[in-house]
């Protein structure tokens, strides 16, 4: 059986090269933008249910209904990772973080 990678010896964790790493500007402001967006996400994902099931209705089909809605909310997000990263290897990957940090707040914004 041959790899297609070669394994390498792993390297040594250094907490001071970590520091300095989140020290930089471009690195930290990415990191709290990518932190600030994963609490947005996971958010959303723990609440979705809740909201469609107060927005379509409980009992019988509206449960179900919600429950499709909230699938469909959710999966949708793996569609978008994939058109995102497609558009991002032609325009460049600043452009299309712009493009889904506006979708994303005018969905955010229209939802209310």
Do not use: D, K, N
């Not at 390498?8 to 500007?25: E, I, K, M, N, Q």
């Not at 107060?54 to 959710?74: D, E, H, K, N, W």
């Amino acid at each position: 059986m041959t790899t297609w990678f070669r394994a390498s010896r792993a390297g040594t964790f250094r907490l001071r090269g970590t520091v300095r790493a989140f020290c930089a500007r471009p690195v930290l402001l990415t990191s709290i933008g990518y932190f600030g967006h994963m609490w947005e996400l996971y958010a959303m994902w723990a609440w979705i249910s809740v909201f469609l099931v107060g927005v379509v209705g409980q009992g019988g089909t509206g449960s179900r209904t919600a429950s499709l809605l909230a699938f469909l909310v959710i999966g949708i997000g793996s569609v978008g990772c994939w058109a995102g990263g497609r558009l991002a290897e032609r325009v460049g990957s600043a452009r299309v973080a712009m493009l889904c940090l506006v979708v994303s707040g005018s969905c955010a914004l229209a939802t209310g």
